[in-house]
């Protein structure tokens, strides 16, 4: 079992910023990252990085959010600039193995562990 802790989050106007971090303990896992859900959506891939070092950022979010992860402390963190209220959801950290991209329609249901999530809003 992976745990997974979030923290950060919160509400900010759009073009701010916001940081969220998570910290994982337990058994290990070779990848991890962010999946969000919106109001009324399903939850989709935002970013994921392997135990190597590479991240993989959805489209969406490219060049906006950046993933950084601490082997040594067992945490990601994921800057959020230039937010957009489409940004607006339920931001769940997830570790899983390797496997499948995490950008493809139901992803979420191959993916072992989760967080409880925190909550991002944009306003405009």
């Known amino acids: 079992q992976v745990q997974l802790v979030e923290s950060g989050g919160g509400s900010v106007q759009a073009g701010g910023s916001l940081r969220l971090s998570c910290a994982a303990s337990g058994s290990t896992y070779s990848k991890i990252g962010w999946f969000r859900q919106p109001p009324g959506k399903q939850r989709e891939g935002v970013v994921y990085i392997f135990d ?34 489409e940004d607006t959801a339920v931001y ?33």
């Open 52 to 85: 190597s070092g590479s991240p993989f950022y959805d489209d969406s979010v490219k060049g906006r959010f950046t993933i950084s992860l601490d082997k040594a402390k067992n945490t990601i963190s994921l800057q959020m600039n230039s937010l957009k209220p």
């Open 92 to 124: 769940y950290c997830a570790a899983g193995p390797w496997g499948t991209s995490w950008f493809q329609p139901n992803a979420a249901t191959l993916v072992p562990y989760w967080g409880r999530g925190t909550q991002v809003t944009v306003s405009s």
